[in-house]
């Protein structure tokens, strides 16, 4: 509610305080959601390392075993070549993939936060609107009021003019 002649407005300490801790128990939430994200993300990433170091692992112990001719060491570093350039490919897309999914998240936290901003601020608007119209209620019954005694005020004056000649006269002839 505003305050009249002062500038300043009143605020239901109860609403605000219940607004703040619903935008602080929403915020960690959000937050920790993408914090799981994120560690998710190291975890697929070494994951997908340790796979192809696996992968690398089985190309050399399978070039180890065929060195004795050189076709088949060729065809095996062919493959164990091929087998890198797949895996890190793996790694490249879960990567993207990744990052994907950490870029929708950190946009739905940025949405959700602005829809409780908008939230909060429609809400402030709604109290300071009926704040002025409270004021505006008390201010036009003072008005009212006001009026009322300045009739009063006006209906004793005019009675009193209306005494005041014959009080004059009758003074006049005492004299």
Known sequence: M??????????????????????????????QESLDILAQKDEILLEAEEYGQQVVDVAQAKRAQILAESDIIRQAQREADQLRRQVQQDCEAMMQETLAE?????????QELEEMRQTAIAQAQDIEDGADKYADNVLGNIEQDIQEMLQIITNGRKQLRGDNPQRSSNTSKKR
């Open 102 to 110: 950490i870029e929708r998240k950190r946009r739905a936290c940025q």
């Open 2 to 31: 505003r305050i009249p002649l002062t500038g300043r407005t009143l605020i239901d300490e109860d609403k605000l305080l219940e607004q703040l801790d619903f935008i602080r128990l929403s915020l960690p939430a959000v937050f």
